[in-house]
C-alpha cells in the first residue's frame, strides 16, 4: 500500500481503494510534497509534514467542533477536487504495522487526510461530502467560486 500511495503520488491511501477488503490506511505528508503547494494556501490549511502512518482498525473521533472548508482530491477520482467541511482536531486509534496500539492527534491537514482516508473504509468519497457546486476538473481550481459557495478556511474558531 505505501509503495502505491508514493507512486501515484499521493499523501494518503485506504486498503479498499486497491481492492482489500481491510481497514487499514497509510499516508504520509513529506516536505516534498509541501514544497509543491503555495506558501499562503499551506499556512491557511496548517499543513505540516509527518512522517509515514500505518494504521490498522483506525477509530476516528473529533475532538472539537472546529471546522474548515477546503479542496480536497482523492487517487479515486484523479483529475478533480471540490471542497469538503473537515474537523480540524481529531484522534485516531488503532494498530500499527506491528499490531502495537497507536494514537495519533492530528490537527490541520494531517486531521483532514485521517477523516478523508478513514470515510474510504466506510464507502464514502470526498464527492459524497462535498459542497455543492464546488466540484470541478483540477485545471480550474483557482477559478472563483459559484455564488453562495461559503468561503474557504476556518469556519468556527
Given amino acids: ?38 506558501k499562503e494556501e499551506i499556512k491557511a490549511q496548517d499543513r505540516r509534514s509527518f512522517e509515514l502512518l500505518v494504521i490498522l482498525n483506525p477509530k476516528l473521533k473529533k475532538k472539537s467542533n472546529r471546522t474548515a472548508l477546503f479542496f480536497e482530491g482523492c487517487l479515486s477520482v484523479d483529475g478533480y477536487r471540490a471542497v469538503v467541511e473537515r474537523y480540524l482536531d481529531v484522534e485516531v486509534s488503532g494498530l500499527d504495522r506491528d499490531g502495537k496500539p497507536i494514537k495519533v492527534d492530528a490537527t490541520g491537514w494531517q486531521a483532514r487526510i485521517l477523516q478523508h482516508e478513514c470515510d474510504h473504509l466506510d464507502g464514502t468519497l470526498y464527492v459524497d461530502k462535498m459542497v455543492p457546486r464546488t466540484f470541478r476538473i483540477t485545471e480550474n481550481l483557482n477559478l472563483p467560486l459559484a455564488d453562495g459557495c461559503p468561503k474557504l478556511g476556518v469556519q468556527n474558531q
Avoid at 22 to 27: H, T
Fill in 1 to 38: 500500500m505505501v509503495a502505491v500511495m508514493r507512486r501515484a503520488p499521493g499523501v494518503g491511501l485506504a486498503a479498499p481503494q486497491i481492492g482489500l477488503p481491510l481497514r487499514i490506511i497509510v499516508l504520509e505528508d513529506t516536505r516534498e510534497y509541501i514544497s509543491y503547494a503555495p
